[in-house]
Each structure stands twice: as C-alpha cells, then as structure tokens.
C-alpha cells in the first residue's frame, strides 16, 4: 500500500508543496479547512471564529513536532478532542426538548402554505434557513430522517455505523416550536392545475388509520432527489447492489451484509478454487466518485480488518473498476484521474475502462470492450452498480403534466421556479437550472442599452447595463475569465484588434457570439443541492421586501427589475477518497491537492459538516473505534 508523498499541485502544474509527515499534513488541512470547512456543504452553522488563527497555527506546529513519527497517535488526539468538544456541545443543545403536538386538522390563520417535498439535502437546507413562522410549512417524506450521503460509502464497509450519518427530521424542525409540520409519506401526485399533492404513507405494520390523503399549497418545494439509472440494462434491478435504489443508507447496509456474506460463503468447506475466487469477486460499475470510493473503502476494508479473519482466501480476493469511459475519475482534473487509477493499479484494483456493462447475471457480468468490439463476461460474487441517476417516477409524471415529458429532469429558471407551472419550485438533483442563453436576447439588450436610439451603442451606453448583463447572463463572466479579458468592453476589440467606440447591433452580436458556449449545467451534489435549499429560503424570507424594493437585474423584456437575484452556484472544490488514508481534492482557485495530508483535510471537513453535534461525535467516534480496533466485519 502506497504511503510515502502527497502532492499539492496547482492548476499551473506546479508542485507547490510536498508534506511528508502526517502531523504536518494536519497543519495544512486546518488551513484549507478553514476556507473550506464553511461553504462545501452550507446546511452546518457556520465556523466559529473567536480563535485567532496563529494560535490555531503554533499549537498544530508544536503538536506537528510532538507526534512526528506517531501518525495514528496525533490522528487519535485530534479525533478525540474533536469529540469531547461535540459532547459539551451536544449536551447543551438538549435543554431545548419537547416539541408540542400539532393537530393536523386545525384552522391556522391563513397564512400561505408551503409544501416540501423531501428531506434530503435540498429540503433540509430550504427547511433550516426558512422563516418557518411567516408560512404555514408542511414537510413530507417517506424516511424520516436526513441521511449525510457523502458518507454512505463508509458505511457499506462499517468504517462508520449508519446511525451515526442520520438525523432524525424531526430533531431539526423541533427547533422551530412546532411551526412546521412532518408526514412520513410518499408523495404519489402532484396535481400543479390543483395545486396540492397526494401522499400515501407507507407503514409495514397493521395500523390503524387514513394512509392515503392530500395537501394543498399555495407553494410547493420538490425536492424529490434521484433514483438510481440502470440505463434499461437486463439483470441489473435484480442483480446488483445500489447505493441509490432503496432509502441509501438501506442500501449501504444490505452491501456491508452481502460482502461478509461472499467471505463466509468462499470459506465454507467442498468450494473449488474457482468458486471461491467468484464468490471473492468484487465489481464496481461506475468510476466516478462514488464508484470509487466504495472500491476504495471495500479494499481497505480487506487489507487491514478482512484478511486476518480469513487468512485462508487471502490471495483469492478481486477488486474490479468498470468504466465507460477513458478514465475513471473523469469529470476531475487529469492529474487527480492520473494520480487515482496508478494508485488502484499500485493497490491490486483492477480498472477496466472503455468498457460497457451489457448485462448481468448472478453468477457473470458482460460487457462490450469498445476499443475491440469484443463482448466478455467475468464471473462476480458481488456487483454494485453506480452509474449516475434517473428521474423518480413522480417527477416523471409531473413533468408529462406540464409539458416536460422530453426533458431529462425538471427544468427550472435562474429563480429555481419550473417552467410551465406557477409557484412551484424544483431543487437539488430532480432539478436542473435552463439558463437563459444571451443570444436569444441579444437585440433586446441592444435596444434597451441604445438609449438614444441611434442604432450603434457607445461604451458609456453599454457600461450602463453591463452589471445587469453579468447577474442575469453569468456566462459572460466565465468567457471574459476564459479569455483572460479585465472588462467586458474587451469583448469588442476582440472584433478587429482595435479599441472601439461604438459598435453596430450586428458587431455587438458578433462580439458576444462565443459567450453562451460557457454554460455548463450544475452537477447532482450535495453542494449543489444545500446552496439552493438555502438560497430558495433567503427568497422566502424576503419575498414581501423585495417585492417592494427588488434587488435583481433589470428586465430587458420589460421595464423594472427582478425581485431576486437569480440563484449562482459557487463551487468549494470536491472530494475523493482512494483508501490507505490518501484522498484527492479540487479546491478553489482551480488547486488540486492529493495524498495523506487530503485525507486529514477529508476528515476535517467532514466532521465539521455533521449536521448536528450528535452526527458529529457519532461519526468521529466510529473513526476512533475503527482506528483502535478495527472494523466490525458482523453480519448485522
Ligand atoms: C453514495 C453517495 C455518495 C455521495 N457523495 C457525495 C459527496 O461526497 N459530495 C456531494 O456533494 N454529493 C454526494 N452525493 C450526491 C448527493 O447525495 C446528492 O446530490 C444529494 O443528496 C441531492 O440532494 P437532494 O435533496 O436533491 O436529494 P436527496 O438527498 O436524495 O433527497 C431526496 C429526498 O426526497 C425524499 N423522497 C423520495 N421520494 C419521495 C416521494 N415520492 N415523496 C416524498 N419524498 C420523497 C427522500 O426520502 C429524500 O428525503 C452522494 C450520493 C450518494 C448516493
């Protein structure tokens, strides 16, 4: 297992810096943390920042010396201090029980009703941030809970427990004193021409009650999430593992169970060699994130917990990658992609890119190799399938309702409102954001920047709208960066080199030609997701102040402003983790950073992120235990 360097590198190619130790790979991540720790996942209270930095700085420098040379000893301190402060934390936050008992039924003042739907990452972050007094707020979900995705992958391998990644819901809106409402049930309609949604709870037990009824909005937030993407494959529903099928923690379960089930099974007595090798075949589908750092964590997992239970297979056991594409990692940076497939390759992993899985049995998977043509099936005792995500069945429906039946998933304007349907709001991975292409209004803004009528625009006329051009086009933003360009007024001597002083309405198309080819549809992260619930709210919150005093751009179309500004998405970089405490990262500023010292950044930002101080000592505690004795490889 590879431990020695870890690389710093910056977008220039430039290795900036090399921490060799993991002391001093601690005191790196605190730096990165603390630009990082408050914006990769904004549904956490923000940093505390009473605590000057140098002191932060010399403390880690004196403990860097200290623990130099006893890496799991410093890694011990640290995730211990970091949980005896969540428990005074954690006891604090109990004197605030009790939440009261809201009879549905009731006549509340009429204040407006607001439905969400979902209480994933999206939902939770619109519900914490929202002034739940001004509306009248009621949440449905089937799972009761919010689960902290990024860190399902630790719990198909038991590195963290699933309690210990979950919220109950109710927790997070007893703070509200009962203003908003929670239904534990699934949305089964959305009726947009009725407004309301009908919802049917889905409890095993034989209880008593209406399971089935309906609310009426006068705003509804989806905020549905995804579901798994087969892409129609035979053999995959039936034979695969998710991690997105069932409610996901669900899923992480069943794979932590079923991979002790293929070690037991390859141990049982009368097996041939080639039984137990296929029982002891791992494959993953998929190389992006996820994809890999399940492989990741499976091959840790078996490295420092399995083999000393099952020494008698050790040399049996197969960890394979497949990947349609090129490269796993792809949608990183090359040299992450690079740096994360000679790892698996050092690490015994196997990465078949180029491939396209076919079909799956439960004994074999077949796939097509694209550079031969060739299809070919391997035997496997485990397949976990994560290629991406589809629309859920009641999105789907919803979209044929209003005219969407064409699209991918729900489209939303810039304000995150869908399009074809009033006061109806999408966010998070259901959604994806149709920004405005500027050259589908290019003569409106002409006309509108040409006060004088007079057919050409001087620089004066267009420095005028231009602030409204960038919050209502960002793309403009993103070509002048591209192009290396100061102001936006550059975009006219590109024309013909020289500087211009007025351009026709044919020039200023041609000048602005290039712009829409920066438009680059959001990713389905848990960032994306948290940024939207919580930017929805702020609009919430100040509808009835900025209908008076609106704060977006102009209107070309028509005269006036916005009331919002439109929603903009600010990327805090990315995380994959790659096993033997190696992980790699994009941070802002186009930095890739990779190795030991990103894995302390990883667990630093992580914890920080729990969405309450329970989570937080939960997971650091599991980290702690798995440090001392191992993962618990029980069936349970
Ligand atoms: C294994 C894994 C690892 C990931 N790691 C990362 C990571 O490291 N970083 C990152 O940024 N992103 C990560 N993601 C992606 C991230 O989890 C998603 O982008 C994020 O969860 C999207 O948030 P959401 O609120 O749109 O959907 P979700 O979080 O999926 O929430 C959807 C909600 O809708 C509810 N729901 C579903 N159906 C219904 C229905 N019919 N009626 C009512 N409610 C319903 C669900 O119960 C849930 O509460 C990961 C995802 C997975 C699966």
Redesign the pocket.
């Known amino acids: 297992m590879e431990r020695s360097g870890t690389n710093s590198v910056s977008s220039s190619n430039k290795i900036t810096q090399v921490n060799k130790c993991h002391a001093c790979a601690a005191t790196h991540s605190l730096l990165l943390l603390s630009d990082l720790r408050t914006s990769?996942?904004p549904l956490d209270q923000p940093l505390d920042s009473g605590q000057p930095q140098m002191t932060i700085l010399s403390f880690f420098t004196r403990a860097s010396r200290a623990f130099n040379g006893h890496p799991a000893a410093s890694k011990l301190l640290v995730l211990c201090t970091i949980s005896s402060g969540g428990l005074l934390a954690y006891a604090e936050s109990q004197s605030n029980v009790g939440s009261p008992i809201v009879d549905p039924n009731q006549n509340e003042p009429r204040k407006k009703r607001v439905v969400v739907?979902?209480?994933?990452?999206?939902?939770?972050s619109f519900l914490k941030y929202l002034d739940a007094s001004a509306y009248d707020v009621q949440v449905?979900?089937?799972?009761n809970y919010?689960?902290f995705?990024?860190?399902?992958?630790s719990v198909t391998c038991g590195t963290v427990e699933a309690r210990s990644i979950v919220e109950p819901v109710r927790n997070i809106i007893k703070k509200r004193n009962g203003e908003i409402k929670f239904w534990e049930?699934?949305?089964?309609k959305i009726d947009a021409a009725n407004k309301s949604v009908s919802?049917r709870a889905n409890f095993d037990q034989n209880l008593v009650g209406n399971k089935e009824f309906s609310l009426e909005y006068d705003y509804l937030v989806i905020?549905?999430?995804?579901?798994v993407n087969t892409f129609n494959t035979p053999g995959v529903k039936e034979n695969c593992h998710f991690?997105?099928a069932s409610?996901?923690v669900e899923d992480?379960q069943k794979i932590r169970m079923s991979v002790i089930d293929c070690f037991e099974m390859a141990v049982l007595p009368g097996l041939s060699e080639e039984e137990r090798r296929r029982n002891l075949h791992f494959v993953i589908v998929g190389g992006g994130?996820?994809g890999v750092?399940?492989a990741a964590e499976l091959h840790d997992y078996f490295q420092e917990d399995l083999v000393k239970l099952y020494p008698m297979v050790k040399d049996l056991v197969k960890i394979t990658v497949i990947q349609s594409g090129d490269h796993i990692l792809n949608m990183f940076d090359d040299r992450i992609s690079t740096f994360a497939e000679k790892k698996f390759t050092r690490d015994g992993i196997d990465v078949q890119t180029g491939c396209r899985v076919v079909s799956v049995s439960d004994k074999e998977i077949t796939m097509k190799v694209k550079s031969k043509g060739e299809v070919c099936s391997i035997p496997h005792g485990l397949v976990v399938w994560?290629t991406g995500i589809g629309t859920?069945p009641?999105v789907r429906d919803f979209m044929q309702q209003i005219g969407q039946a064409d699209k991918r998933v729900l489209v939303t304007d810039e304000w995150l409102r869908v399009k074809g349907c009033e006061d109806v709001y999408a966010?998070?991975?259901?959604?994806s954001i149709s920004q405005r292409k500027i050259m589908e209004d290019i003569f409106t803004i002409f006309k509108a920047a040409d006060k004088d009528n007079s057919g050409t625009l001087t620089v004066d006329e267009f420095r005028d709208v231009v602030d409204d051009i960038i919050i209502r086009y960002p793309q403009v933003e993103l070509y002048l960066k591209s192009k290396h360009l100061q102001d936006v007024t550059d975009l006219w001597k590109d024309l013909d080199g020289s500087d211009k002083k007025e351009v026709t309405v044919e020039e200023f198309k041609l000048a602005l030609s290039q712009v829409d080819s920066q438009m680059k549809s959001l990713?389905?992260?848990?960032?994306?997701?948290?940024q939207q619930?919580t930017y929805l709210s702020s609009c919430f919150n100040r509808r009835e102040h900025c209908k008076e005093h609106p704060e977006g751009p102009r209107r070309f179309k028509s005269s006036g402003q916005h009331e919002f500004l439109p929603f903009r998405y600010k990327h805090f970089g990315?995380?994959a983790p790659l096993g033997g405490e190696q992980a790699a990262a994009e941070l802002p500023g186009d930095w890739v950073s990779m190795g030991h010292s990103t894995q302390w950044l990883w667990y630093s930002v992580y914890a920080s992120k729990q969405v309450s101080w329970r989570t937080r000592v939960l997971v650091v505690s599991d980290w702690t235990r798995r440090f001392i004795f191992g993962r618990d490889s029980s069936r349970i």
């Open positions: 990769l996942f739907l979902g209480t994933g990452w999206a939902g939770t449905v979900s089937p799972r919010f689960a995705t990024p860190l399902l992958p049930a699934e949305c089964v919802l905020a549905l999430g995804a579901q991690l997105k409610p996901e992480a994130p996820t750092e399940f994560s859920r009641v966010i998070g991975d259901c959604a990713p389905a992260t848990a960032q994306v997701a948290a619930g990315q995380f």
